[in-house]
């Protein structure tokens, strides 16, 4: 019988004895090597999903490198025993930023709604370095099963993030850079899309969070580039006309590394929230909310040191902010009332081998908090998984 391991962390015991902020003490499943892979960014960037949990299964998708050059994904029910990887998407040329690959996958039940099929969605990005792909997904025991398919854009792009099957409809939109920012529903985009600026003439990513006031779904919008921005849009998308035009809410200041946002708009209760981690050039490590239509005070939970940083939502308030920092996995977790200590991960039951590109799923499914890397300092290179409990 295979035995799902908890987590015990002297780390935790220690900062508890010696008294002051408390720690969170996280229980969950401890690392697993999922695959292998002969690409060293195989999960990345940290403002795409790579993994997610339908409250059955549990689904990493990462990226091969040359010369294979493809999307694949592996499931497992119990996240210790995984199927053998299947090819998604090949790429005719290697991709940006790791193939663009970002899945949107809702709290289970919290968009249930009659007539849409549509529970995961995900998109490509560098098929003869001509398109990006969208597809709408199903999925069947531990199958991924590809529905509709659209080009989204006539070159290949940096960044893009979707919003998927909102309302119960099939609405999808998307964000994509090059040397502007354009955002648009994903059947329409080449035909109806809106600009908008970031400050400078390299994106490296952007990212669209879904944002409700008073049962209306809007767009909150960061716009990475040179001043990184942050955008709002007071438009309803409950409806099949495009958005029009964004208000910039935000300058969160000039060029930030990594980033990650999260939406409580997409789990259950729809309060009115969105979050945000990043990294400035000064070495912090940045949380700041969108809440009753303003911008929180910028707050640091890590003064230097920190990479990679993901954020995802769970019950009541919680929130998870992971990032490596000193080849080790962190957490920080706010309780719902304030911050607790940073406490290192896994460090127990895994000896980290260059752990990088951390993702997680953005809502916390079925109480599980997922995490995905990728680790190795040559190839094989592997993808590691676990799991925390909300």
Known sequence: ??????????????????????????TGLAPQNVAETDEGDATRDTYQRKVFYDGTYFFVVFWTGAPTRQVKYTASADGITWATPTVLWTFSVAPYYGGNIDIQYPNKGALDYPG??????????????????FYAMTITNQTLNKQ????????????????????????????????????????TIRET???????????????????????????????????????????????????????????????????CGCSEAQNVGHPERVHLVYIKTSGELCYGKFENDAWS???????????????????????????????????????GKRWLRPTMLFTDEHTYNNPAYLSSNQNVQSEKICLVWTEGTASPYEVWFAYLID
Not at 5 to 18: F, H, I, K, T
Not at 320 to 330: A, E, P, R, T
């Open 148 to 187: 509709s398919s659209t080009a989204l854009a006539g070159t290949q792009m940096q960044g893009g993030t979707i919003i998927a099957g909102l309302l119960g409809t099939e609405e999808y939109w998307v964000i994509h850079a090059l040397t502007e920012i354009r955002i648009g529903r994903w059947a």
């Open 1 to 26: 019988m295979l035995l799902v391991r908890l987590l015990p962390y002297s780390a935790q015991r220690l900062g508890d004895r010696r008294g002051g902020f408390p720690t969170f003490k996280p």
């Open 297 to 335: 005070t910028e707050k640091v939970l890590v003064t230097s040191g920190a990479s990679y940083p993901v954020i995802a939502v769970g019950a009541n308030g919680k929130l998870y902010v992971f990032y490596v920092k000193d080849g080790n996995i962190w957490i920080i977790h706010y309780n």
């Open 193 to 259: 899309s809106t600009e908008v600026s970031h400050g400078g003439t390299t994106t490296g990513g952007a990212q669209i969070l879904t944002y409700e006031t008073s049962g209306t779904y809007n767009l909150l919008v960061l716009a990475k580039g040179g001043d990184n921005k942050l955008y709002y849009n007071l438009a309803d998308y409950g409806c099949y006309n495009f958005l029009g035009s964004f208000t910039e809410i935000a300058t969160l200041g000039t060029g930030f590394s990594d980033f």
């Open 116 to 133: 849409n099929p549509y529970v995961f969605s995900i998109v490509f990005s560098g098929s003869n370095g001509a398109n990006w792909y």
